[in-house]
Nanobody, 124 residues
Framework: VQLQASGGGLVQAGGSLRLSCAAS????????MGWFRRAPGKEREFVAV????????YYASSVRGRFAISRDNAKNTVYLQMASVKPEDTAVYYC??????????????????WGQGTQLTVSS
């Protein structure tokens, strides 16, 4: 199983961008999927998570109302739509899979497979 994140780049504050994460291998439609990020000099932190069937999501308070996580199980892909981005959103963004078949969780240890990360830089 591999996860490939893409879509990062340089965006002006207030702008929008969509990240994608494509999964290879079988089983994607049964996994809860999360997005995490690591800002320069900081620990990696939770951003958003979506249930395996897409009917439930949860966000960090810092992004709630600005970011939206979604998925297309037919394409084995999870998305993070980011709007009204701020300089403090600058980070490497990672997608991650929780293959435990349990309730979705906003913690790293529940996610056992990680993508390589994609850089978002927000200019002020």
């Amino acid at each position: 199983v591999q996860l490939q994140a893409s879509g990062g780049g340089l965006v002006q504050a207030g702008g929008s961008l969509r990240l994608s994460c494509a999964a290879s291998g079988r089983g994607f439609s049964g996994w809860n999927m999360g997005w995490f990020r690591r800002a320069p000099g900081k620990e990696r932190e939770f951003v958003a998570v979506i249930r395996w069937n897409g009917d439930s999501t949860y966000y960090a308070s810092s992004v709630r109302g600005r970011f939206a996580i979604s998925r297309d199980n037919a394409k084995n892909t999870v998305y993070l739509q980011m709007a009204s981005v701020k300089p403090e959103d600058t980070a490497v963004y990672y997608c991650a899979a929780d293959r435990s078949a349990s309730t979705m969780a906003a913690v790293e240890y529940r996610h056992d497979t990680w993508g390589q990360g994609t850089q978002l830089t927000v200019s002020s």
